[in-house]
């Protein structure tokens, strides 16, 4: 069951945005991946300890070996590009298969409790000298899940309102 994502051009976060009665409506777009997302792909097993640095990211469970637990953690910058004060009223997160199996499965989006540096993100490890509270990323809510299906350049889209 792997799900890869292309690294460039391939996340995007969309956000729509009220301000006060003096602003319009505004949809900010934060697509731009050298600049305006961090990323990692963190994976478990006997790989637990290993930085992927600038690896697709991937999601994979594999029943019988750890090695083959995948996740994607990303971050995206908001404090740069949604203006202070500013509400967000819809955020709408879209990933591109660029590699997938044949079996369908089901793809979920959870808010992580910690933030990570893509540098030093590992199964194990967030940040350097910082571990997960939980191997393999602190997760919190989940915003969303859709099942994922196998067609390559397939846009999957979140509501992570």
Not at 25 to 53: H, K, Y
Not at 55 to 62: D, F, G, N, S
Not at 63 to 75: D, E, G, I, M, Q
């Amino acid at each position: 069951m792997l799900n890869r994502f292309r690294h460039a051009a391939a996340l995007a976060l969309g956000l729509i945005l009220a301000g006060s009665s003096a602003f319009a409506q505004t949809t900010v777009s934060i697509s731009e991946p050298t600049m305006q997302v961090d990323d990692a792909r963190i994976q478990g097993g006997t790989l637990a300890t290993t930085v992927f640095p600038k690896e697709r990211l991937a999601t994979k469970v594999h029943p019988s070996s750890a090695t083959y637990h995948r996740r994607s953690v990303l971050k995206f910058d908001t404090h740069n590009t949604v203006p202070s004060g500013a509400v967000v009223q819809k955020a709408t997160l879209t990933l591109t298969i660029s590699k997938a199996d044949p079996e369908s499965r089901t793809l979920g989006i959870y808010r992580l409790s910690q933030t990570f540096d893509e540098d030093y993100a590992s199964w194990i490890t967030r940040k350097s000298g910082s571990k997960w509270t939980t191997a393999g990323g602190d997760l919190a809510e989940k915003f969303a899940q859709t099942p994922v299906g196998s067609s390559v350049g397939a846009k999957i889209a979140f509501d992570v309102t």
